[in-house]
């Protein structure tokens, strides 16, 4: 069955360290996939798209890794902040029309 | 140029009563999408729509939803004869034809 899964358990780093969360999909062979940002009670924000021939795509503190073998994209967060402190969601789109299938996220917890 | 815009951002609902939920997209795109976050669940597609057009609905219950995008004012997500289950908070995300989406802030559903 198809399925994309992220860290269910919460992730808790120390101010300045770096913060990587995992995203794996099974029976999927999308073009790209996306990670969002999402804090209680608003909507996700979008952060990075990568697609399937891009190994690497960084903006920021922000650095994104996709990996079509493995069926699997890594999120990183260097030198992170406690503003970083949220709910990473990654997606990918299952038929190239928008439609986006979630992750459950992984929370994020920085502390100062 | 406003972001997505959603409302009610809450509405209550008595079990067997109607909800309508609207969405305004970004200026200049075309393509709208819903959403359902359970409490403690991760994003879940229900339909795609562009103007005048359901796209995909595959994501949708078979009976008592439904979504709309007509050619003037906002999409509208219905749900009829609401139940407890549907207590979630619902988002629309709009894009331009291209990949990256942006969410509104949601409508959260309490359904008594």
């Known amino acids: 069955s198809q399925k994309i899964e992220q860290n269910s358990e919460a992730l808790n780093i120390q101010e300045g360290k770096t913060a990587t969360l995992t995203c794996n999909y099974t029976?999927?062979?999308?073009?790209?996939l996306q990670w969002y940002r999402q804090d209680p009670g608003r909507g996700p924000v979008f952060l990075l798209l990568?697609?399937?021939?891009?190994k690497e795509k960084r903006k920021e503190r922000l650095k994104v890794t996709f990996d079509t073998t493995l069926k699997q994209s890594l999120f990183h967060i260097t030198a992170s902040q406690p503003a970083d402190s949220a709910t990473y969601l990654c997606?990918?789109?299952?038929?190239?029309?928008?439609?986006?299938?979630f992750g459950q996220g992984t929370t994020l917890q920085v502390k100062p | 140029n406003a972001g997505v815009m959603q409302n009610p951002r809450h509405l209550v609902r008595r079990r067997g009563q109607e909800a309508r939920l609207r969405c305004s997209p970004m200026k200049g795109h075309s393509h709208v999408y819903w959403y359902r976050q359970l409490p403690e669940e991760g994003l879940k597609f229900m339909v795609y729509?562009?103007?005048?057009?359901?796209?995909?609905e595959s994501g949708m219950p078979k009976e008592r939803f439904s979504a709309e995008f007509p050619k003037e004012g906002p999409s509208i997500l219905r749900i009829q004869q609401v139940v407890r289950g549907d207590s979630a908070a619902y988002f629309c995300?709009?894009?331009?034809?291209?990949?990256?989406?942006?969410f509104g802030p949601g409508t959260r559903l309490t359904v008594l």
């Open positions: 029976n999927y062979s999308p073009a790209y």
């Open positions: 997606a990918l789109d299952s038929s190239n029309t928008g439609k986006l299938i």
């Open positions: 990568i697609r399937e021939n891009e």
């Open positions: 995300a709009s894009s331009p034809p291209a990949f990256e989406q942006f």
């Open positions: 729509l562009q103007k005048e057009n359901i796209i995909d």
